[in-house]
């Protein structure tokens, strides 16, 4: 036998044993193949009850609510396929425009305000000094607190007659404000009061970013010479990079999704001043039960918050860095 020939050896027939044997060595990939599936097999089935709740609940209601848009349905009557009619009506519905401009105005008087002050406020409690942590429960405080029972508190503190804010600017020699009243300042004093309700989330997420950072790099910096200032902008803003996207998707959507407060203490108004995308919805489905239309706006927004979405992803993603 040459070193070019293969080398082929021919068994003997086998024992009984052998045969065992041989069995098993042959068919190693596919018992392996068997504990994968098994394997596999119980994993889908101990998150089987989490997807069916999820296709019952979200799923299939999505789905409908898509097929719902394309139809005049309402609560009592069961309603007909329209085609593209009550998206083109959208175009011509001046209720739907100012709903857009407001949700608009809003989210931008929003989102950068709870974005920075969350950030001023994690690099504030992030220091290892006496009682930090109660400072921290305590501007967390008003993400646990009930939506209308905070809406209460700030229709007090916005009354027109006996609130705390025009006390105060009565005090300091200013004139006191229809807060709620006035349709030029319904929409700023709703976005200071979600800004209020939403930095203590958001400072949460900060703050975990911020302590995921090496110390490592921070004293380099200042062996360095950098100082305070030079090693946020070299260091601490650069790799909070994933956390600042992952804070502006969540705020973005929040924000278009606002609805408990405008419920709460405006209704929409004055004269519309307030009424944002989701209150609208609200509107057209539960005050004058047109589902349909409805469903409608509801995917307008979801395309309008995909979209922002999108478009942030593709900003951001030279600049986000995943590797500390």
């Known amino acids: 036998m040459t070193n070019n020939e293969p080398n ?32 596999a097999l119980a994993g889908y089935t101990f998150i089987a009850p989490a997807y069916l709740l999820f296709v019952i609940f979200l799923f299939i209601p999505v789905i409908w609510a898509f097929y719902l848009s394309f139809t005049s349905y309402t609560i009592f009557t069961p309603g007909e396929f329209v085609g593209i009619g009550n998206y083109s009506r ?10 857009l ?3 608009t105005y809003y989210a931008l008087m929003v989102i950068p305000l709870n974005i920075s002050i969350s950030l001023c406020l994690a690099l504030l409690v992030n220091r290892k000094m ?9 501007y967390y405080v ?11 508190i700030w229709m007090w503190l916005y009354d027109s007659n006996n609130g705390l804010i025009n006390y105060v600017l009565i005090q300091l020699g200013f004139n006191p404000q229809s807060w709620l009243n006035d349709p030029n300042l319904a929409l700023p004093a709703l976005a200071f009061m979600r800004v209020w309700k939403g930095v203590g989330w958001n400072m949460v997420i900060f703050l975990a970013g911020l302590q995921s950072i090496p110390k490592t790099l921070y004293e380099a910096a200042s062996i360095e010479g950098a100082g305070g200032w030079k090693s946020f902008w070299k260091i601490t803003w650069p790799l909070l990079a994933p956390t600042t996207f992952f804070v502006f998707v969540m705020a973005t959507i929040s924000t278009f999704q606002t ?13 519309g001043s307030t009424t944002t995308l989701v209150y609208l919805i609200f509107v ?10 409805a469903a409608a706006i509801a995917f307008v927004l979801f395309f309008i918050i995909f979209v922002l979405t999108l ?8 600049k986000v860095n995943y590797d500390l």
């Not at 021919?10 to 068919?27: D, G, H, I, L, T």
């Not at 609805?259 to 004269?271: C, R």
């Not at 057209?284 to 239309?293: A, I, L, P, S, T």
């Open 311 to 318: 478009i942030n992803m593709f900003i951001t993603q030279k």
């Open 90 to 99: 959208l175009v011509n519905d001046n209720s739907f425009r100012t709903a």
């Open 8 to 39: 082929i050896q021919v068994k003997p027939p086998s024992s009984p044993s052998s045969k065992k044997k041989s069995y098993f060595q042959r068919n190693k990939d596919f018992w392996g193949s068997t504990q994968r599936r098994k394997r």
């Open 130 to 138: 006496k009682g930090m942590n109660f400072f921290r429960a305590a």
């Open 284 to 293: 057209y489905g539960f005050e004058r039960y047109e589902m349909g239309y």
């Open 101 to 103: 401009w407001n949700t």
């Open 142 to 152: 008003p993400v646990v607190t009930s939506i209308i029972a905070a809406s209460m």
């Open 259 to 271: 609805f408990g407060e405008i419920y709460a203490m405006t209704s929409g108004g004055p004269v």
